[in-house]
């Protein structure tokens, strides 16, 4: 074997030894199996000697995969681009099944666009998760007063008057209607 022959051998053997040193029998005998996160154990310690208590870990920070989808959505919905407010909110609802406030945004870009049933399916699954709040009331008589059905739209902003008197969107909401109801167009 020549020298650049023999050295490439060699570099091949010494990968090979170090990735057979990597593979795992899939149980872990130095932690008895368990997967360590980024959490401390009560008597762990930082490199300083201090206790981990009352340090902010990772786990304690509140952020969400959905954030920043979300926070696009809602630009998008304020600059009155409601189908990519909608598919934003989307993405943010498959992100974080269980986010009420993405749910409450598709719901209402989905109104925007007059996919009423989209919106329907949507608040249906924003009421399990946010409940009878002033909001929901408000955005679904909303909905009904986009669709045209005045009577559901003063029901559902009446619920929503009752939640938050003061509210001034329920306020406005309900003005909203009876100018609605005073100029109908035909």
């Not at 919106?119 to 408000?138: H, I, M, Q, T």
Request: with cysteine.
């Amino acid at each position: 074997m020549t020298g650049p022959m023999r050295l490439a051998a060699l570099a091949a053997a010494s990968l090979l030894m170090a990735l057979a040193g990597c593979q795992t029998n899939g149980a872990d005998t130095t932690t008895g199996g368990v997967v360590r996160t980024n959490e401390p154990s009560k008597g762990d310690v930082t490199s300083f000697g201090d206790a981990f208590d009352g340090l902010k870990t990772v786990s304690d920070v509140e952020y969400y995969a959905s954030d920043q989808a979300v926070a696009e959505a809602k630009n998008q919905f304020r600059a009155e681009n409601y189908g990519n407010a909608g598919a934003l909110f989307f993405k943010a609802t498959q992100l974080a099944p269980n986010d009420g406030g993405a749910w409450m945004g598709l719901a209402a870009s989905c109104d925007r666009i007059h996919r009423f049933d989209l919106a329907d399916r949507a608040y249906g699954r924003a009421f399990k998760l946010v409940g009878a709040s002033p909001e929901y009331y408000n955005n679904v008589g909303y909905s009904y007063l986009l669709r045209g059905k005045l009577q559901d739209a003063r029901a559902n902003f009446l619920k929503a008057y009752e939640l938050a008197p003061n509210d001034p969107t329920v306020a406005n909401n309900l003005k909203l209607l009876s100018s609605s109801v005073q100029n109908i167009e035909r």
